[in-house]
């Protein structure tokens, strides 16, 4: 193990790209040497804002600055083509969710990064919330004992079209684009999953596809959990871009209320604590619990890079949470009840 510094480079400048920018610079061990986009305009911009180098071409960058590591900030139908060019490139790569548009896609771009030795992680975030964090650390210190329940509810009306206008036109809009968050928050906090039942609802007439879910899931351990997303539900406040949560285990249940109030009853009878990230000089309401996220999960990165951490989660975990979005999305059309294994298995 050894901490270094690490120069690394950025692929897609766009409307997120520019958290990951701004919590990078606060990171002393990292310097960001160039970033690319095939918009120049939006590369320049960035390199001005940031001091690096711009390209508009991945391979000339990766070729000409040999990174210690690659993070791709582009939409999901560029990450299999990236990742799998990233993966001769460099030591670590991050890939932005959704990881890939196809289970065979993701498996290609694990077997591409398992063939160059370059470790592969995928960012998400949710599970790097500062109250999701405290929750997990509750957890392994057995606060609440093994876990029985969880409840994952992200559920608001923000407009969330302005500055991301082409997620009004993806089909299964709720599921590939928080559902798989929320599956692998589910994940790091409860274990795998087995099996999976969804039905999915299109609530907002400016949306073509599905805008909102609810799935029930059965982990490996015999727990259960029941988890709720909408783009189109309107309550005041609007608790965006809060997920709130209860977890219920064998000898207590944390509960994640709107306003970030963490409350736990265990045997040691109810206390209360205020989980809100503090806002980055950079960030702005209410968008800081998730920029707050990224420097958290950033941070783990460089854990990785030093060899001090493994990678949360990796490509191959994430592999397994596209597969639950995949079965989900298979149950809401069938209306049956699908196995995780087996929607892996298909997919080999
Ligand atoms: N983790 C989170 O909380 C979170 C939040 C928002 C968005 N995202 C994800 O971030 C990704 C980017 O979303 P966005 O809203 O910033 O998109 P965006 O369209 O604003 O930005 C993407 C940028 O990538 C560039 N690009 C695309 N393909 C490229 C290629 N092959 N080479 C170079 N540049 C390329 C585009 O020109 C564009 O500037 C998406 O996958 C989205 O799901 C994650």
Redesign the pocket.
């Known amino acids: 193990m050894c901490d270094e510094r690490h120069r690394g480079v950025l ?9 990951h920018m701004h919590a990078w610079s606060e990171i002393s061990s990292v310097t960001i040497v160039a970033v ?4 120049e305009a ?2 320049r911009h960035f390199s001005e804002q940031f001091g690096c180098q711009a390209f ?3 391979k000339v960058m990766l070729e000409s600055m040999k990174p210690d590591f690659v993070d791709i ?7 299999h ?2 990742v799998t060019l990233a993966a001769k490139h460099t030591k670590l790569v991050i890939c ?3 990881f890939a548009e196809t289970l065979q896609d993701a498996a290609e771009m694990v077997r591409a990064c398992e063939a160059t030795g370059a470790k592969l992680v995928v ?4 599970r790097w919330q500062k109250p999701f964090r405290h929750m997990r650390q509750l957890l392994d210190e057995g606060r609440i004992g093994p876990t029985q329940f969880l409840r994952l509810s992200f559920r608001h009306a923000f407009d969330i079209y302005a ?2 206008p ?2 009004a036109g993806i089909a299964d809009l709720a599921l ?2 928080v559902g798989l ?1 929320l599956f692998d928050l589910a994940r790091s906090l409860m274990g795998d999953i087995e099996r999976v039942t969804c039905e999915t609802q299109t609530l907002n007439p400016r949306v073509a596809g599905q805008d909102a879910f609810q799935a029930l899931l059965r982990f490996h351990s015999g727990a259960v959990g029941s988890i709720e997303c909408s783009f189109y539900s309107r309550m005041e406040p609007d608790p965006f ?1 809060q997920t709130l949560a209860q977890l219920e285990g064998t000898r207590g249940t944390i509960e994640l209320l709107a306003g970030y109030e963490l409350r736990i009853t265990s045997i040691h009878g109810v206390t209360n604590e205020n989980c809100e990230p503090s806002v980055p000089a950079w960030g702005q309401r209410p968008w800081h619990l ?1 920029q707050e ?2 420097r958290a ?1 950033q941070t783990h990165v460089v854990a990785v890079l030093n060899g001090a951490a493994e990678a949360a989660p990796s490509g191959a975990h994430n592999l397994e949470t596209l597969a639950v979005v995949i079965a989900a999305t298979a149950s809401s059309r069938t209306h049956q009840t699908q196995i995780v294994k087996r929607t892996l298995e298909q997919a080999a």
């Open positions: 692929i897609g400048c766009g409307f997120f790209a520019a958290n690319c986009d095939r918009d939006k590369a508009t071409d991945t900030a582009t939409t999901v139908s560029s990450h083509a990236l932005q969710k959704p960012h998400e975030n949710f500055r991301q082409y997620l590939t684009d968050h871009p998730v996220s990224v999960f």
